[in-house]
Nanobody, 124 residues
Framework: VQLQASGGGLVQAGGSLRLSCEAS????????MAWFRQAPGNERDFVAA????????WYTDSVKGRFTISRDNAKNTVILQMNSLKPEDTAVYYC??????????????????WGQGTQVTVSS
């Protein structure tokens, strides 16, 4: 298994959750790491991504200022800290490893490896 996601759950609006994605060392060091989410009936949407060295981050507009993506190099783990959660954040969240071209980071088809998904439910 290349990627193992965890940390989802049920939280009230305004609360916080922390998602983790543990990768193999080779995958963690080689690729851009990202989080996507998919709500029922919707396509899989880009949430956030982090460059290989952790020096660059990208976010979809709706989560800027609320979500933070980071790397824990000691554990080969990518973390998505989600604060001020809203009901519209409810979705299955997937971690992914993939492209090294910045222009491709928002497209699911550009990613090579996917975690199994973890459910995030935000109640109003």
């Amino acid at each position: 298994v290349q990627l193992q996601a965890s940390g989802g759950g049920l939280v009230q609006a305004g609360g916080s959750l922390r998602l983790s994605c543990e990768a193999s060392e080779r995958t963690y060091n080689r690729y851009v790491m990202a989080w996507f989410r998919q709500a029922p009936g919707n396509e899989r949407d880009f949430v956030a991504a982090l460059s290989r060295n952790g020096g660059s981050t990208w976010y979809t507009d709706s989560v800027k200022g609320r979500f933070t993506i980071s790397r824990d190099n000691a554990k080969n783990t990518v973390i998505l800290q989600m604060n001020s959660l809203k009901p519209e954040d409810t979705a299955v969240y997937y971690c992914a490893a993939g492209p090294t071209i910045v222009s491709q980071i928002r497209y699911p088809s550009a990613y090579y490896y996917w975690g199994q998904g973890t459910q995030v439910t935000v109640s109003s």
